[in-house]
Each structure stands twice: as structure tokens, then as C-alpha cells.
């Protein structure tokens, strides 16, 4: 599998557009009375290609 954050990849041709891809992942640490102390938020979202 090759993951990359470029447009193109050399040597490699894009044959097909398979659509966009997401993920998202929350996190919370420091639990007091209720209230999160420290909480990370990430978000990556792009297009997923076929290579030949």
C-alpha cells in the first residue's frame, strides 16, 4: 500500500477517483467534577486514488 499526502506520486499514475475519505478522533484526559482538563481534536480528510 502506499499512503501519500501529495498530489501525484511519481512513477505511479492515478487510473481512478475512488471518492473522499475522512477520520476523526477526540480525545479527553483529566477527568475532574465533569469538566475535561486536556482534550486533543484531530481531523484529516482527502481523496482516495487507484494506482496501477
Known amino acids: 500500500m502506499i499512503i501519500s499526502t501529495t498530489p501525484s506520486v511519481e512513477g505511479q499514475?492515478?487510473?481512478?477517483?475512488?471518492?473522499?475519505?475522512?477520520?476523526?478522533?477526540?480525545?479527553?484526559?483529566g477527568l475532574d467534577d465533569e469538566v475535561i482538563n486536556n482534550m486533543l481534536m484531530v481531523?484529516?480528510?482527502d481523496m482516495a486514488v487507484k494506482l496501477t
Open 43 to 45: 481531523s484529516a480528510s
Open 13 to 29: 499514475p492515478i487510473t481512478d477517483y475512488k471518492g473522499i475519505v475522512s477520520g476523526e478522533a477526540i480525545m479527553g484526559v
